[in-house]
């Protein structure tokens, strides 16, 4: 009995890696082996065989390199901030009795439902200084004497893509956080009102710890999204002006596929790859530790 | 029973025989397929015009036939590169003239000169011996030349007008040409000059003229070192920083403004003024037909400070080096570049050749009013440096100009950064 109770068991665990099979090995074509290509690119010296750290030690020379870390560090940082308030600002109404809630939702998801490219393209337009819509509203609210050029003036043109990219990706923190919303029961809420506490400690004391995991969830997530956000900046500047706005993603695909450096590209990639790692692990700890 | 035998085996023979013939078709050739990518397969003029030359090509090689694979001009290098890389490229791909040195070097591009050589002696002598040279790489050609232009001024004759300049007499020089672009220049509503400002591949084929006309250069002649520590650069750089930092002849949003959004801008009468070559009328009267531009429009060459000069745009078109259908290729590429085409892209789309035997010749091209500027200009052209790391030195400084336009730094200051870092990418090709 105890065996073919173990035999159906180790039947059921074989099937059940039969049926993961698939994905993985096609995990492994699309992911894995471009991966472990890009690393040994990495170490390898552009134009010679052989094992080599040059491209990590021009990494290291590099202050486009620097500068690129550091807006990405400044981007990621900003827009992941912005995106958590902003996505508990709206989930928190969002997740109260209103009429036409289905409605307010879907309307909060628009913006991530637009493609990043379109999405770039969108804010370009807007923040257009001859026509764009945004000038011309500030103007006409008496907030701008002349139009701004948003994408071109001082430093004001990550200021104007770190806005767009927190539009473009609030909703996906607010889905997470309005999902642990709902999960909160109710009856702490009433037990609390009853105790007298309002609505500042209710917040404090119950929604924030109850939110805790989904906010580490959120964070890790959103942080990696970020970090490889590519399509809204390479459609709205480029990297530019100057390299003002340059990401490690534009970094890349630019030593990539305009400069041709594959063996340099790869080795930012590398270390995009390592950042990303490090951010998650915090995430992949809370996982397992589920498990 | 025998009735029914042969009746069988008539049935059996006849599917046999139609199978054969479906496996087969007329004449035992098999249909070629024949990829053919092209950004201008994007844009409407072009697009129409290309179908109707490849309807044609399809007509006279019926056994081939031509896909065709639309691609933006920003991104054909990444599409051809990846496809290159894996092996998966398009038979036939159009590029720019600055984009070819990469694409040899990797061996992207098919050798082609044993089937020049099968053509017969003298056949590359159609062409300009310039555009010829850039098509060469170790000795062999890899590319053939398609559209072969000079940059040049092209403004709005009503808008010069208004501004109190004769047409006729439009400035020769560049003080001139300021001095004019602030009479054209009414703050917030119209400026002289569109400035092309963006990370674009058009950018430099609209700056090199300021800085060759001022006697600088981007490289020393050797291309071992960069040159923009000349006063002439240093003088050429701030004369178009200026022109929207100080002057404010240019509309705002220049470090964002590529060639198209320029073009819009000359459609919709908010420039008087911008540089461009054969392609600018059809694509601004597309734009906005009620401008009337090819009759308002008219183009001049640039104005000059202490030389003549402008820049050459030469397109070029490639084999893809996994191509299974070298010869078929190489039909289609010899049919694109032939005489007879090239006088149709011109017709169509206003684009001079880089055949001797057309743009020199052809009536078309020598009456028309914006083609024969665009042709007188062409013994002042000059090309960007053909080297590999082209695109990233142009890309470190197009960042110095944009740097300077939005004031992050001093025109001084951003184009000595620029100096030293195209230093350092030169010192590592070396």
Known sequence: ?291 | MRRRHILGLVLVTAISVAALVAAFPVGAQQRVILRFSDWHLTEDVWNKSLTEGIAIFEKRFPHIKVQTEPVSYREKETKYTVESAAGKAPDVMHLHAFSLPAFYEKGYALDLTPFIEKEGKGFLDAWYPLPLELVKYKGRVHAMPGDYMTMVLVCNTDMVNAAGVSPEKFPATWEGFLDFAKKATKPGQQWGLGMVGAKDPGFSLRFSPFLWTFGGDYLTADLKRSALDTPEAKEAFAYFVELSSNHKVVPPGATSANPQDVRTQLAHKKIACEIGSGWTAPIVNKINPDLRAFEVLRAYPLPVKKKRATAIWLSSWIIGPNTKHPNEAWELMKFITSKEMELKWFKDNRVTSSRKDVSGVAPEILNDKFAKVIAAELPYGKVEPQIREWPEIMDVFTGAVQEALTGAKTADRALADAHSRINAILARRR
């Open chain 1, 1 to 291: 009995m105890c065996l073919s109770v173990a035999t159906a068991r180790s039947t059921s665990i074989r099937t059940g890696y039969l049926f993961v099979l698939p994905a993985l090995l096609l995990l492994l074509a699309v992911l894995g082996f471009p991966a472990l290509w890009s690393l040994g690119l990495s170490f390898r010296a552009e134009g010679r065989d052989g094992f080599s750290l040059e491209q990590y030690r021009l990494l290291l020379e590099d202050s486009l390199f620097h500068q690129t870390f550091w807006n990405t560090g400044l981007l990621v940082g900003l827009s992941v901030a912005a995106h958590l308030g902003l996505g508990l600002a709206v989930a928190l109404p969002l997740n109260l009795p209103l009429r036409g809630q289905a409605t307010l939702r879907l309307v909060a998801l628009l913006p991530w439902v637009v493609p990043d490219v379109v999405a770039g393209i969108i804010w370009k337009w807007l923040y257009n200084p001859l026509n764009g819509a945004l000038n011309d509203v500030l103007v006409r609210l008496g907030l701008l004497t002349t139009p701004l050029d948003w994408l071109g003036a001082g430093h004001l043109p990550l200021v104007s893509v770190i806005l767009a990219n927190v539009w473009r990706g609030f909703p996906f923190v607010m889905l997470i956080l309005l999902a642990g919303l709902q999960a909160i029961p109710r009856e702490r809420y009433e037990a609390a009102s009853i105790d007298g506490a309002n609505a500042l400690q209710r917040f404090r004391h119950i929604t924030l710890p109850g939110l805790r995991k989904m906010l580490v969830v959120s964070l890790a997530l959103d942080t990696v999204w970020e970090v490889r956000r590519f399509g809204l900046i390479q459609a709205m500047t480029q990297g530019g002006p100057g390299n003002l706005t340059e990401v490690l993603s534009t970094l890349v695909y630019k030593q990539y596929f305009a400069f041709f450096r594959f063996e340099y590209a790869s080795a930012i990639a590398v270390v995009m790859a390592a950042v990303l790692l490090i951010v998650s692990l915090p995430y992949i700890r809370m996982i397992s530790q589920e498990e």
